[in-house]
């Protein structure tokens, strides 16, 4: 197979572990065969400083151009600091998805058993965790009307969604669930805003042509805790875009780490394939960033966009060895895990190689 693959590594640590991300998929080509062709293109706090445009034009046409993006993370503490800031990374990241019409991110949130003791949440209740999220992408407070008024004392974000953007996050739910345990859990805030009455509306329209599907409507909140209680009773979840930012991120204790959690960004086009952390600048530099997520970034890279199930297969085992192993970088590291067993990103990167 001869594809092209866009590397956009980003800020921060999303260099570093982009680079291992990188690395894997040029040992999976050797050993299986195939042929991938590498581009880079710049997005973010460096794009900034090189163009003045966090999403340079000549990076989104080499978007449209590839088969598939790696992607690292973008963001800077100096726009942290300054909420006036009229350019900012995390406008690159926004206007990626509306322009490559990425609408759906899917975010598995799976836990390799030797990782149950590195989550604050108890093992028992942990073993067994397997779950996928679908978050849209492209709607919601996240790209609606925002602004001030009265002297800039009342800001406001609106949150918007349309029936069609609805549907089509779901369908892809619904066709998701009918691959693993037939259940599909639509997460709102219907008893108090519009978006989320409309959101139901739809999914429940949709659940009579999936009679195989047994579908669940959570409230956002009550679903944030049983994330974290029972977190075996969700399989697919669906929800919207600042509910699935949220509820995301809480996941990632349960792998361990977010270190460890690997998404995908889909819509009818090019995909485009990261870690769910951010860029990191307090661990920058360092050498000590866990790659895993973005390897599995990689392992979700050739499953998805290029229907590489074996080779997607080979990354993830290659990762379950290296955790039997022992190995670990410190974000995952405890207590019982020696000094010598905790390895910098490139270091742990090259045990993966090794066991692909």
Same mark, same amino acid.
């Given at each position: 197979?001869?594809?092209?693959? /866009?590397?956009?590594?980003?800020?921060?640590?999303?260099?570093?572990? #982009?680079?291992?991300?990188?690395?894997?998929?040029?040992?999976?080509?050797?050993?299986?065969? %195939?042929?991938?062709? $590498?581009?880079?293109?710049?997005?973010? %706090? =460096?794009?900034?400083?090189?163009?003045?445009?966090?999403?340079?034009?000549? &990076?989104?046409?080499?978007?449209?151009? *590839?088969?598939?993006?790696?992607?690292?993370? =973008?963001? %800077?503490?100096? $726009?942290?600091?300054?909420? &006036?800031?009229?350019?900012?990374?995390?406008?690159? /990241?926004?206007?990626?998805?509306?322009?490559?019409?990425?609408? @759906?991110?899917?975010?598995?949130?799976?836990?390799?058993?030797?990782? /149950?003791?590195?989550?604050?949440?108890?093992?028992?209740?942990?073993?067994? *965790?397997?779950?996928?999220?679908?978050?849209?992408? &492209?709607?919601?407070?996240?790209?609606?009307?925002?602004?001030?008024?009265?002297?800039?004392?009342?800001?406001?974000?609106? @949150?918007? $969604? *349309?029936? $069609?953007?609805?549907?089509?996050?779901?369908?892809?739910?619904?066709? @998701?669930?009918? &691959?693993?345990?037939?259940? /599909?859990?639509?997460?709102?805030?219907?008893? =108090?805003?519009? #978006?989320?009455?409309?959101?139901?509306? =739809?999914?429940?329209?949709?659940?009579?042509?999936y009679p195989d599907i047994t579908v669940e409507h959570q409230f956002v909140d009550s679903a944030a805790m049983m994330l974290i209680k029972d977190p075996r009773r969700f399989d697919v979840v669906v929800t919207a875009n600042l509910f699935g930012d949220i509820l995301t991120d809480e996941a990632s204790q349960i792998a361990g780490s977010m270190g460890m959690l690997a998404s995908a960004s889909v819509g009818d086009s090019t995909g485009v394939y990261e870690p769910i952390h951010g860029s990191g600048h307090d661990i920058t530099g360092m050498g000590v960033a866990n790659p895993m997520a973005s390897v599995l970034s990689a392992a979700l890279l050739l499953d998805i966009s290029f229907g590489l199930k074996e080779e997607s297969d080979a990354i993830i085992s290659a990762i379950e060895q290296v955790l039997k192993a022992g190995f670990r970088t410190r974000d995952i590291a405890d207590s019982t895990t020696a000094p010598e067993m905790i390895l910098g990103t490139d270091a742990i990167g090259e045990e993966i190689l090794k066991r692909i």
């Open positions: 197979m001869k594809k092209n693959i /866009l590397i956009v590594p980003g800020d921060g640590i999303g260099q570093e572990v #982009t680079e291992v991300g990188k690395k894997v998929l040029i040992k999976i080509a050797e050993k299986f065969g %195939h042929e991938f062709i $590498y581009d880079e293109a710049l997005m973010g %706090h =460096v794009a900034i400083e090189a163009t003045g445009n966090p999403l340079p034009d000549e &990076t989104l046409e080499k978007m449209r151009a *590839s088969d598939a993006i790696l992607f690292g993370a =973008v963001g %800077h503490p100096k $726009y942290d600091n300054d909420p &006036t800031a009229k350019v900012r990374p995390e406008q690159g /990241l926004l206007k990626m998805r509306k322009e490559l019409g990425l609408y @759906a991110n899917l975010r598995p949130i799976k836990l390799f058993d030797e990782l /149950l003791g590195a989550s604050s949440i108890k093992p028992e209740i942990l073993k067994g *965790s397997d779950i996928l999220f679908f978050r849209e992408l &492209t709607g919601d407070i996240y790209f609606g009307e925002k602004g001030r008024k009265n002297n800039g004392d009342t800001a406001y974000d609106i @949150a918007e $969604y *349309s029936r $069609y953007e609805v549907e089509r996050i779901a369908r892809r739910a619904f066709e @998701a669930a009918r &691959t693993r345990s037939k259940k /599909l859990c639509s997460v709102d805030k219907a008893n =108090v805003l519009e #978006t989320s009455r409309l959101w139901r509306e =739809v999914v429940q329209a949709l659940a009579p042509e």
